[in-house]
């Protein structure tokens, strides 16, 4: 029957209207969304609540049969806090701790005054638990320490996380800016030329986004020494390497490809990253995934870059450059395996 004028048809049951918004895709997202919040509370808790020295790469200076006792004493104490060495004299340890061989060293002296040697820019927890657990051997023997930090943040780079931040904001502009063309050109490119100027467009983001990022945190805010154009085209690679493989995500899997990232990214990279806790004082699982992820790579660079010489930068570099090549290879071939078919999206068939 036709409603006559002035009257309205009748409101559509509730039960109606619940049925054609719970969607398999709705509940697929939805608990998508309800994983990825207990696996970042699991994931930062397990990685944080309880932070303790494992197997830290620590030298020993003495003569051969003192350096032989002492090492062998280090290795005995309980739950395994250093992994101890041999080391000819103080200028190779101090050599070797920039190199990022080790993080500390004790040199033993004479007349029963020893020096610790630490470097707080690789990360101030660990140097100061290191200053606290040798001090406490030292005592026990009735020797004297003095701890000298042979590589040490700066004073305006708290807890020598200003690394780390940074690196999580490279980060967060990679994925954001795939997420970003996802929503105004849609998830997968419409073709191959499509494919490549989404690359361009991470590429020109991340070009500016990390000479941005080197400006505010060295000469702007004077947290982070180092070059300024190192960290640019650090800032730039990281970018680069997680929005492409965002972009590549997205092209197989769609949206969820941008959980997909948030996942490797944020939910399992930044709390294995080393930034508020160095890798020796990590859980096993953390510190083992840690440096093959983006933001592990990223903080790793850019405190070689701001505290030890440039040293040790070739692993991680390899690292994020491997996520830029692998991330642009995958997204042009998920355009090609879309090859004539047409996204019906504003700017489908530019983007």
Known sequence: MT????????????????????????????????????????????????????????????????????????????????????????????????????????????????????????????ATDLQRLVTGLERAEGRTLRTVDAAPASRR????????????????????????????????????????????????????????GAVIIGPVLDALPGSVLALWGLGALITFAVGAATLALQGFLDVIGIGLAILLVVVAGNPSAGGALPPPMLPPFWEAIGPALPPGAGTWSARSIAYFEGNAVLGPLLVLSAWALVGSVLTLLSAVARRGRRQQEPLAGVF
């Open 157 to 212: 780079d708290f807890d020598g996380l200003s690394s780390f931040y940074a690196s999580v904001g490279w980060c967060v502009g990679g994925y954001l800016c795939a997420a970003m063309i996802a929503i105004i050109a849609g998830a997968r490119p419409a073709g191959l030329h499509g494919a490549v100027i989404r690359l361009g467009c991470m590429a020109l983001v991340s070009l500016v986004g990390g000479l941005g």
């Open 3 to 126: 409603p006559t004028k002035g009257t309205r048809p009748a409101p559509e049951s509730l039960r109606g209207a619940v049925k054609r918004a719970v969607t398999p895709w709705t509940v697929l997202v939805v608990s998508g969304v309800a994983v990825l919040q207990l696996l970042f509370i699991a994931s930062y808790v397990g990685a944080l609540h309880r932070p303790e020295m494992r197997d830290v790469p620590f030298g020993v200076v003495a003569p051969p049969t003192a350096a032989a006792q002492q090492t062998a004493r280090l290795e005995r104490l309980p739950g395994s806090p250093l992994d101890p060495r041999a080391v000819a004299d103080e200028v190779s340890a101090r050599d070797q701790i920039m190199d990022r061989k080790i993080d500390g060293a004790l040199i033993t002296g004479p007349d029963g005054e020893d020096t610790l040697l630490v470097a707080s820019g690789g990360g101030a927890v660990l």
